[in-house]
């Protein structure tokens, strides 16, 4: 006969004794060896965030020296030379270095924290991933510091980019770095897939998903299906380049159109890839900060299905100047502007959220309203530029440039440093300042706006884009200074974000578990949450976990001197079988510095295909060598 | 008075800072064509529709969160997990209400848009026929007549006769470019190995800017195409003048250039038709005098600009294909001469 205080004391030792061997198990590995055979998720996930925004912070430079070239007519800052690999250096690494893994990465983050597990479902995979992101990154900013950056834009057109007009290595380095940052941006997506489906705490059927993990689920089936489309196109490119097949030569039979085609098909689901995700994220805020239920969840999801679908099916809006027939055209015309029906539908959701709630108006939402005002406005531009007739007159001109610039900065990057600010909390341990938040909002508000509207007019003006400089009879000089200037309020507003983290990090109020009080599992765990994640594995009875009365119940008897995760059924997560994670290892590390080493010497000879074969297979040998069967790592306590 | 006002509330309104829109070419806004102007009234039923629907977007989000914020001070922070089924139900119907209103303005604006296209492309009849050859980075330009000796070869600048449709055929000779004179029509590319067609029909006659608007590589920036819309009857004239050759140079000085642009690098490349230069990699030069740019917009022709383009052509244009012309000062000012009479 216990009593119930007993209970609750023994209770308490037995979670102790948990969290101790937890932590035993799922300790960091250590020194240098460690650091790079690390596979945990949430330190990788890390990792990836810094470099994403490391290199958005690169990109952000790169965009800045643009500007200032714009800044007058006739400027002499730099040559068409330098200007050309600044803007193909600023779109290859916005798109490929910054926002399609800084949206993974949150992903890798938060998804296992949301459904209620330990890790992500291939621990090694991730890791490789994250390595193979960096090194085609560290491969792109080696050959422009080297004055060998690519110059033909991040679409890289043939035939401009063949070896005939684009000789040297640069466009080589271009094409490597995206498959390179592709082959990464694949593994995550497999990942992220895997783990959302069979990963789930038991009870959490997708109905009642938190809409990030359906946003990051969708956004991870279109990287499944778009990915491949560029990266083959980019090794044909290499190939018409290396060994001289003629995939994109007219004169030999080939055509140039066809690379339009390949990259559009990726290039255009690419922006949905980015900024679903995002919409992820101002779900979850508006939730929050409105302190109820979403309006419309089933609607929300099948938006973002939709959006998926359709995504692929609008690439030709790229190429109403090349000339397609007319009947063609008009199907891509209407999928274009149709696309606004889903991403309406959520736009109203949230409104209609907001109208019902108990709003309180922290940082976070502030951006998700800026984001409302940005995204609209770019959504409307988008329906304009999917118009045949006004396309031809805007198509490549800066009326496109502020268009995806509405659409990506407020409809990916606003809701992502809302994130961050909402976030920072379970990732850094400490709150951000909530003044500095607010003028942080403010100048990135005003200077993105000054930056990006005055450029519609000057599209219509007739201002093309990729344009090194323009004569000052040309009359776009006034709308220039004022974009140039507005950089400088928009990159203050990006700075004052940066003060508040570091300050944050090294002296702000730490964090509870639930600053915010919100819904979702994550903010159950401490801020930031152990390296295991969760101590007894938590069951979900609804949406909205933390606002139902706390977590439901919790899965027992795990053998806590394994990394084991409990995988669940893919609709209902209902449990079966518990699966151990590898521990840390060195070979994805090595891997991916085979692979890296392949594409390097791919550079200069077809002969690197089969020396890429060799290494990765000795790599992916270590990787998959077969262990002994588990030995427990603790003796047994007394 | 008033249009002053509403001037300045205009530029109030798109940003545009004091003023400053008063002496902009305006672009694809300043329609010289009935193409350009059909395109220009879709550009404003669009800008209209997403300045009504942008504003309802704003006023809606702005009184949810009048509301929102409202709710929070009378009701404080508790979370609401299970809202009011009825109170759920009438909300959803306004998102659905607001979906189809949507729906209704989108189609709305595809059948314009499908229309407009439809009429964009009817292909009229045009008795006139010019050929355009992208090159980078200039605009060879070709007007067939009925015999083989009227064609006429011309570079970067386009006469269009007002009110006559002309056939305007594109071709690439290297990378893709795109053909774009914002004031008469859209864009089309030129594609090597693709031949296309784009009608031009000049309303208005005036002078305007045409430009590639695809990246074509180092100077993409200055390839600019000059069109000079005049009355039928001037551009016959014109077209006349340019079927015949090269004056004869008159004074020694010109006579002594002619020699050194034939036997020199410039007939390497430029042909000039009536003298013994009769290349054609650049641009053709045959009444070169008479045209308002050098260098496809690079700079205007004048005889000092004409100088320094000569002797440095890749500090004008970094990248250009023309190489520097090394000549002894004096046979650099006899070439400037005979140029000077290409008129």
Redesign the interface.
């Known amino acids: 006969m216990t009593t119930a205080s007993e209970r609750t004391q023994n209770d308490a030792r037995e979670d102790a004794r948990l969290r101790d061997e937890l932590a035993f198990t799922w300790q960091l590995a250590r020194g240098l060896r460690g650091w790079f055979s690390e596979t945990n998720s949430q330190v990788i996930a890390r990792r990836m965030l810094v470099t994403a925004f490391v290199f958005f912070a690169l990109g952000g430079v790169e965009a800045l020296l643009m500007r200032l070239q714009l800044m007058q007519p006739a400027n002499h800052l730099m ?3 330098r200007y ?1 690999q600044l803007f193909t250096t600023h779109g290859t690494t916005m798109m490929f270095l910054f926002a399609v893994p800084v949206m993974q990465a949150a992903g890798i983050y938060l998804v296992p924290l949301m459904i209620g597990t330990r890790s992500v479902a291939f621990p090694r995979l991730n890791a490789y991933a994250y390595y193979t992101y960096l090194f085609g990154g560290l491969l792109l900013y080696v050959s422009l510091f080297t004055n060998t950056g690519p110059d ?2 991040w679409f890289s ?1 043939t ?2 980019s063949n070896s005939q ?1 684009a000789p040297g290595k640069r466009v080589d380095v271009w094409s490597q770095v995206v498959t390179f940052t592709e082959l990464s941006a694949l593994a995550t997506a497999t990942n992220l897939i895997v783990t959302i489906l069979k990963l789930r705490a038991p009870g959490m059927a997708l109905s009642r998903m938190p809409l990030f993990v359906w946003a990051e689920l969708v956004t991870s089936f279109m990287v499944v299906f778009a990915m491949p489309a560029v990266m083959l196109a980019s090794m044909y490119l290499a190939m018409d380049r290396l060994v001289g097949t003629h995939f994109f030569n ?2 030999a039979g080939g ?3 066809l690379w339009q085609h390949l990259f559009w098909f990726f290039g255009h689901p690419e922006v949905y890839i980015i900024f679903l995700p995002a919409l992820g994220m101002v779900s979850s805020i508006v939730v929050t900060f ?4 979403i ?2 969840y089933l ?1 929300m999801v099948l938006s973002l299905v939709t959006t998926a679908f359709m995504g692929f099916g609008l690439w030709v809006h790229h190429m109403f ?3 397609l027939p ?1 009947i063609g ?2 199907f891509f ?2 999928a274009s ?2 696309i ?2 889903p991403s ?2 959520q ?3 949230w ?2 959220t ?8 922290r940082t976070p939402l502030l951006y998700v ?1 800026g984001f ?2 940005i995204f ?2 770019g959504g ?2 988008g ?2 530029v ?12 800066y009326f496109v440039v502020a268009h995806l610039h509405y659409v990506l900065i407020g409809g990916a990057v606003f809701p992502l440093l809302g994130g961050v600010h909402y976030w920072f909390p379970k990732l850094g341990g400490r709150l951000l300042d909530e003044r500095l938040g607010r003028v942080s909002f403010a100048l990135a508000f005003v200077g993105f ?2 930056v990006f ?2 450029m519609h ?1 000057l599209g ?3 201002m ?8 000052a009879d ?2 776009f000089g ?2 220039n200074l ?1 974009a140039t200037l507005g950089v400088f309020v928009l990159g203050a507003g990006l700075l004052v974000i940066l003060v508040n983290v570091l300050r944050s990090l090294a002296r702000g109020p730490v964090a509870s578990n639930d600053p915010w ?1 919100s ?1 979702t599992l994550e903010w159950s765990l401490s801020s930031p949450p152990p390296a295991y994640g969760y101590v007894h594995l938590p069951c979900v009875t ?1 949406r ?1 976990p933390l ?2 009365g706390g977590i439901a119940g919790v899965v027992r008897d795990m053998d806590p001197r394994q990394r084991q995760v409990l995988v669940t059924s893919a609709l209902d997560a209902a449990p079966d079988h518990v699966y151990p994670l590898p521990g840390p290892s060195l070979w994805p590390f090595l891997a991916a510095l085979a692979s890296g080493v392949t594409i390097v010497i791919l550079l200069f000879t077809p002969w690197a295909v089969p020396i890429g074969t060799v290494l990765g297979t000795i790599c992916l040998c270590g990787w998959f060598w077969p262990r002994a069967p588990h030995e427990p790592l603790l003796a047994e306590q007394p | 008075m008033r249009r002053h006002a509403a001037a300045r509330f205009a530029v109030l309104a ?4 004091a003023c ?1 829109a008063c ?7 300043d329609p010289a064509s009935p193409d ?1 102007m ?2 220009q009234i ?2 404003w039923v ?2 209209w529709t ?1 300045a009504f ?2 504003t309802g ?2 006023v ?2 702005a ?3 009048y ?3 409202g ?2 001070t009378a ?9 009011d089924a009825a ?2 139900r009438r ?2 119907r ?2 659905l209400a ?2 189809a209103l ?2 209704v303005i ?1 189609v709305s ?2 059948l ?3 229309f ?3 009429t ?2 009817r292909s009229p009849h045009a008795p006139l026929h010019a050929k355009l050859v992208a090159h ?1 980075w200039w605009w060879e330009i070709q007007y067939h007549g009925k015999t083989a000796s009227d064609l006429v070869t011309t570079a970067n600048e386009l006469h269009l006769p007002a009110g006559v449709p002309v056939d305007v055929e594109l071709a690439s000779a ?3 470019h ?1 053909l ?1 004179i ?1 004031n008469l ?5 030129l ?4 031949l ?1 067609h784009l009608v031009l029909r000049p309303a208005r006659p005036g002078s305007y ?1 045409g ?12 390839m600019d195409l000059r069109v000079i819309v005049e009355p039928p009857a001037q551009f016959s004239a014109w077209l006349t003048a340019a079927r015949r050759p090269a004056p004869p140079p008159a004074t020694a000085s010109a006579q002594r250039g002619a020699e050194i642009f034939a036997r020199g690098p410039c007939g390497m490349c430029h042909g000039v038709v009536g003298s013994k230069a009769s290349a054609s990699a650049g641009p053709d030069l045959t009444h070169f005098a008479s045209r308002a740019w050098l260098g496809a ?1 690079a700079l205007p022709n004048s005889a000092l600009n004409l100088r320094a383009w000569l002797e440095d052509p890749q500090a004008v244009k ?2 250009v294909q023309m190489p520097p012309t090394r000549l002894p000062a004096g046979e650099l000012d006899d070439l400037l001469a005979y140029l000077g009479t290409l008129r």
């Not at chain 2, 608007?213 to 200055?222: I, T, V």
């Open positions: 040559g068409p030379d050309d033909t834009g057109y035939p401009l007009f007219s004169a055509d140039p159109l409105s302190r109820r239920a309006v419309g609607p100047a090349t000339g007319q055209q008009s015309t209407a502007m149709m606004a029906i309406g539908v736009i109203f959701c409104i209609a907001l109208w019902r709630g108990k709003i309180e108006l309203l409302v005002a609209v406005l409307l531009s329906v304009m999917a118009s045949v007739p006004l396309d031809l007159q805007v198509h490549d001109t706006n000054l509207f005055p007019l219509l003006h007739g093309p884009r990729r344009v090194y400089t323009y004569r040309a009359g006034t709308l004022v009080r819904a609804g909205y606002w139902e | 798109t940003g545009a800072g400053g002496d902009y070419r305006r672009g694809a806004l350009a059909l395109i879709l550009w669009f800008f997403a629907v942008f977007v704003l809606a989000l009184v949810a969160l509301r929102g914020r709710r929070a009701q404080g922070s508790s979370p609401d997990v299970h809202p109170l759920e909300t959803e306004a998102v607001a979906t949507s729906v989108l604006l595809l314009a848009s499908v407009g296209g439809r964009l492309f980078q290297d990378v893709i795109s774009w914002p029509h859209g864009k089309r590319d594609i090597p190995g693709h296309s800017e430009r590639c608007a695809e990246f074509c590589g180092l100077q993409h920036a200055k917009g970094p990248g």
